[in-house]
């Protein structure tokens, strides 16, 4: 099974940096660095079983999928998120230039009234983003439906603690102000919660709904951080650009695509110029093909 590809978008393009000594830089050995040499072939296409189990496994950098969304709608809603009155920002130095429509569960930051507050607005957040869709099925709903039908064991909305959690954030990067410089994202590092046992892998699904006319592009390193690297990043969620080799893959979506990585891996967004980039988030845990995929924002 794979996802519906809706007619007349074409395909993104793809630039692709070598770095011939990325895994020399994994010199921690508790750093994860993925199992293939870089190429056309670290790309899926479409969302199916087989890509899921391939990018679960590291071996393939990604998941890209021209058109998952009509254009048209995808800018239509792009605007409401830039001028919606719930539009806040992340609240780590590395991230706080960038906006974000709802509250993320990284910004609980481990603070029982935040996340209270978290677990209170989960449901009703998703019916509004939903809402700002109608009468067409969001993406994500999309994307939800496409990893249950799709992951041997199905797939569920994220519950920590036995309460429900938010999925379908919308991030607003600004023109020339906002960037997510290089950083990874673990569940571990937020909470605590019985239910995050066992997780083996973090994907990141994002629909990207408007790009800007240069920059927003997404980097790729195909490796886990260094720990000295991961403490820096849960300082201030980022590591400086100069201190990193290059990216392994350089990404240009086009409004519209789905593109599905490894958020454990290190990844980042360049700058905006001439125009927003806003899409759409979710994190996807993995325990393996016995056990249902866990989606949340």
Not at 62 to 67: D, F, Q
Not at 214 to 234: C, F, K, N, V, Y
Request: proline share 8%; with cysteine.
């Amino acid at each position: 099974m794979s996802c519906r590809r809706l007619p007349g978008i074409l395909p993104a393009v793809h630039r692709r940096v070598e770095c011939d000594d990325v895994t020399s830089t994994a010199s921690d050995p508790g750093v994860r660095v993925a199992a293939t040499a870089s190429g056309e072939g670290d790309f899926a296409r479409e969302l199916t079983r087989d890509s899921l189990l391939r990018l679960a496994r590291r071996e393939i950098a990604a998941i890209h999928v021209p058109g998952f969304c009509d254009r048209r709608i995808a800018g239509e809603v792009a605007g409401k998120a830039v001028r919606h009155k719930a539009l806040g920002n992340y609240h780590k130095k590395y991230t706080s230039t960038v906006g974000r429509v709802f509250m993320p569960h990284i910004d609980t930051a481990w603070n029982p009234e935040l996340t209270a507050r978290y677990h209170d607005a989960a449901l009703p957040s998703i019916s509004e983003v939903r809402a700002l869709f109608a009468p067409y099925l969001s993406p994500v709903d999309h994307l939800r439906l496409l990893l249950q039908e799709c992951w041997p064991s199905g797939a569920n909305l994220l519950r920590l603690r036995g309460r429900p959690c938010f999925v379908g954030a919308l991030r607003v990067f600004h023109p020339t102000t906002s960037v997510f410089h290089p950083h990874n994202d673990h569940i571990e590092q937020e909470t605590d919660a019985p239910e995050i046992a066992g997780v083996t892998e973090q994907l990141v699904a994002n629909v990207y709904l408007q790009m800007p006319e240069e920059g927003g592009d997404l980097q790729l390193w195909r490796r886990d951080p260094t720990s000295a690297e991961t403490r820096t990043i849960l300082e201030v969620e980022g590591l400086d650009p100069a201190t990193v080799e290059p990216p392994v893959h350089v990404i240009r979506p086009r409004a519209g695509d789905l593109v599905i990585f490894s958020s454990r891996m290190l990844h980042a967004v360049t700058p905006a110029r001439g125009g927003h980039r806003v899409g759409m988030a979710a994190f996807i845990a993995c325990k393996g093909p016995g056990e249902p995929l866990q989606y949340w924002s």
